[in-house]
């Protein structure tokens, strides 16, 4: 067992944590909201008041932020955990963030002797409290390797998706596509309603069918289909559409790089802004549906 930093302890990286004390790791947790770090502590792990004191000792250095900016600064600061960290510290970061700025940190940590491992993660806040998410990384196959035993204890799927950075691209095609799904399969079930059908049983005719997709089988949008999803919760909890837009803007940037072409994607990106500008940035992504109400 690894004693080990955990730095971040929202609506993901709280359940997290508390699968790597459940796995028996020594877990050292900082959060900037104190009831977050009490909240693990009565789950067995050490809370810290800093983040530097967090990775004091730890073997491993696990983040979980909400944006590039803050990685940067949490690794490469002055303060930077680069430069706080003992020899053969693992660094793993699963926030979702751009390319660029994972790999300026790999870049880093690597002049200094350190692997660091891109990890973001799919799977919503379920995956993460069942300890099922999927882990998408980047970095070197040493770093992968170092990294694949500490991750297993909180996800099913682990991937590497090649170098540096190639975690975060891996992941924000996927909230792309995600997105896209989510919207069209809003729209297919709010024109079945609208012409007198059942939503629970258009979804399982859906499910079974051409048009079936991950949203329809695991997280319907439509209020009262599946009781356990946020959309039978007031769209509460989840993954926020403020985040879902930022995931998008990530995708517009990348693609961009790329000369991509995402006409889908900007239009998804799109529709999130809109969503988000009119209130409903604290609302789980599925919220969408709404837009399709009359």
């Not at 959060?31 to 000792?57: F, H, M, R, W, Y």
């Not at 996927?174 to 709010?190: D, F, P, V």
């Not at 399982?204 to 009262?224: A, D, Q």
Request: aromatic fraction near 6%; charge should be negative.
């Amino acid at each position: 067992m690894s004693t080990i930093a955990f730095i971040g302890l929202g609506n993901m990286g709280g359940p997290m944590a508390a699968n790597l004390v459940g796995a028996g790791h020594t877990v050292r947790v900082f959060d900037l909201n104190p009831a977050a770090v009490s909240q693990l502590t009565e789950q067995g792990a050490i809370g810290c008041k800093t983040s530097c004191g967090a990775v004091a000792g730890a073997e491993v250095v696990i983040t979980m932020l909400p944006a590039g900016k803050h990685v940067r600064s949490l690794y490469l600061g002055d303060d930077g955990f680069i430069n706080k960290v003992g020899s053969g510290t693992l660094l793993i970061d699963c926030s979702t963030i751009d390319s660029a700025s994972a790999v300026a940190v790999a870049e880093a940590a690597a002049a200094q002797g350190f692997e660091f491992v891109d990890a973001p993660v799919s799977g919503g806040t379920a995956g993460a409290a069942g300890g099922t998410l999927t882990f998408i990384c980047g970095g070197t196959e040493a770093g992968f390797g170092a990294a694949k035993p500490i991750l297993e204890g909180m996800g099913a799927n682990i991937f590497h998706a090649g170098g540096h950075g190639a975690g975060q691209v891996a992941k924000i095609c996927n909230n792309m596509l995600l997105s896209i799904l989510m919207i069209g399969t809003s729209e297919a079930l709010q024109l079945g309603r609208d012409h007198g059908l059942d939503a629970a049983v258009l979804s399982e005719i859906m499910k079974v069918s051409s048009g079936g997709n991950w949203t329809l089988e695991k997280y319907n949008p439509c209020p009262g289909v599946m009781p356990a999803t946020p959309a039978s919760n007031d769209y509460q909890g989840g993954f926020m559409v403020d985040l879902m837009a930022k995931d998008l803007s990530l995708a517009m940037m990348a693609a961009g790089d790329s000369h991509s072409s995402t006409p889908l994607g900007a239009l998804a990106t799109a529709m999130y802004r809109q969503h988000a500008r009119q209130g409903n940035g604290s609302l789980d992504f599925s919220s969408i549906f709404n837009q399709f109400q009359k």
